[in-house]
């Protein structure tokens, strides 16, 4: 496993549930408290290991765990260069979904030995669309759900969401959209911010 998730999956532990939640958890998945490098690979069962940590720790699925960190990875102010990253990817929640064909290409571009999955998003009907994920790590799509659904909040798009077939290899998540104006959305410029 590519050391960048490892690491927002400790980050997150860490910011969320805190120093003392983080150091028991590396402690039972026999990981230095210090954590990943995160432009290293670590074998998968590290990373399995310190899921499985974590769920026994917080008496949480890990599903829920991973959803949780794809929200973090875009609404926590720590991340505000992925959350910008990803809004480049369309001026509305429609445009930025189209867009997520590309999203592995992209990471590819800046971190070549990241492995994404292959996404497809196809549409089943109106305003409801099937985003496959394939040859998928089991624990990218609670992930990408967790995304998803900040960046649905973040254009300000009420949307549900759904896994399927979450243990094989053709993962999917089911969109629906039932509002595309639900909330005023968070401020996003190609500019970025202002210097002080």
């Known amino acids: ?39 290293l690979t670590y074998p998968d069962a590290l ?6 940590a974590a769920s026994a720790h917080l008496h949480t699925p890990r599903a829920m765990i991973l959803e949780d960190l794809g929200t973090y990875l875009v609404s926590d ?23 997520l064909d590309h999203l592995p290409d992209r990471a590819r571009l800046a971190v070549p030995d990241l492995d ?17 994920c394939r040859d998928a790590w089991a624990g990218f799509c609670p992930i990408l ?3 998803l659904r900040a960046m649905a909040d973040d254009y300000g ?27 005023r959305g968070r401020d996003f410029s190609l500019k970025g911010a202002a210097a002080p």
């Open 1 to 39: 496993m590519h050391g960048l998730i490892n690491r927002a999956l400790q980050d997150f532990l860490r910011d969320a549930h805190g120093r003392e939640a983080w150091a028991a958890i590396a402690g039972a998945a026999d990981v230095d408290v210090r954590g990943f490098e995160a432009m």
């Open 116 to 132: 994404l999955p292959d996404l497809t998003l196809t549409e089943d009907g109106r305003q409801s669309y099937t985003l496959h």
């Open 77 to 99: 102010p720590s991340m505000e260069a992925l959350r910008r990253l990803l809004r480049f990817g369309g001026a509305n929640f429609m445009e930025f979904l189209y867009s």
């Open 47 to 52: 990373t399995e290991a310190v899921l499985d």
């Open 157 to 183: 798009v009420l949307v549900m969401l759904d896994i399927t077939g979450l243990e094989g290899p053709r993962t999917a998540i089911r969109i629906r959209l039932l509002d595309m104006r639900f909330a």
């Open 145 to 147: 759900q967790g995304i």
